[in-house]
């Protein structure tokens, strides 16, 4: 989830004054955490964010706009990717911690909740910065110019979670499946008894057995610290595009009922689309793996 992503980069790139501050009360639920990189402009492209923090005493005056930002509705602390010296390029880039809370950050305002396709339990919405004083303490890291470092050192274990929850995905897919063509009558039988449910469930069931091999090996070396992200790169990719396949050979077993939301598959279809968006894109992974060849 985007909380523990927030979470991992208080714990691995957060002073020790950070981690006391934000860490226990993130852990007890009493804050949740979000993380703004996109903009209306920026995307993939990290580099090209316009969100600007001007030194100002002791912190920072932060400017700029953010969108689809998950938990930006109900953050109580968000991490901004900003520019703190655009002529540095990616060294110009930091992370700001910014808490919500009117009475400590005010010039800080979400906007509308965005209407999504799928992922319908958690909010997406605008986040808005304007002349948002940040002090000092609230740079993740305590050193300037570290963000693009910061983003680029979590990645792999960002874009594992992303690996991760589609194999899960597919397996809680796969199994919803096998009750339906089990319970569901056609033609005086199962539809189970048919060679083409079969012979998909088959293939299915390949695919989450072959993948899981390779998303556990991922966990161990990310648990090991040997996780490079370019193999980070792949389990998304992988991942995501498999799960896409997976969910509409699996809704299509179930037939009409497939595309009622009533139905978990038909949910589960919904939020598969944005796992070859989020995290970085299909196509961005493939140029990212591609570079490591």
Request: net charge neutral.
């Amino acid at each position: 989830s985007v909380h523990t992503i927030v979470a991992h980069y208080f714990l691995y790139h957060g002073t020790e004054d950070q981690k006391q501050r934000y860490l226990p009360r993130m852990a007890r639920g009493e804050l949740v955490g979000a993380i703004a990189m996109t903009e209306p402009g920026a995307g993939s492209d990290l580099q090209g964010v316009r969100a600007r923090a001007e030194k100002h005493s002791d912190g920072y005056v932060l400017n700029g706009s953010k969108t689809f930002i998950t938990n930006g509705y109900l953050a109580g602390v968000v991490l901004v990717v900003c520019k703190t010296d655009p002529t540095q390029g990616a060294k110009g880039t930091s992370i700001l911690i910014v808490e919500t809370d009117p009475a400590v950050s005010p010039g800080y305002r979400f906007g509308r909740r965005l209407d999504k396709l799928g992922m319908k339990a958690q909010d997406t919405s605008e986040l808005f910065f304007d002349n948002v004083v940040v002090p000092q303490a609230n740079l993740l890291g305590g050193r300037e110019g570290q963000g693009f470092y910061q983003l680029m050192g979590d990645l792999p274990y960002e874009r594992l979670i992303i690996g991760v929850t589609a194999l899960a995905t597919m397996e809680g897919a796969y199994q919803a499946t096998l009750d339906y063509v089990r319970d569901r009558q056609a033609f005086g039988q199962p539809i189970a008894n048919f060679q083409n449910t079969r012979f998909k469930l088959a293939e299915v069931a390949t695919q989450i057995q072959v993948g899981r091999a390779f998303i556990d090996r991922c966990v161990e070396q990310l648990v090991k610290g040997q996780l490079d992200t370019a193999t980070a790169s792949m389990a998304k990719l992988w991942g995501s595009e498999t799960q896409g396949r997976v969910l509409d050979e699996c809704l299509q077993l179930f037939g009409g009922y497939g595309f009622m939301n009533e139905y978990v598959i038909a949910r589960m279809y919904a939020d598969a689309r944005v796992q070859r968006i989020y995290g970085g894109t299909s196509e961005v992974m493939k140029e990212v793996i591609a570079r490591a060849l």
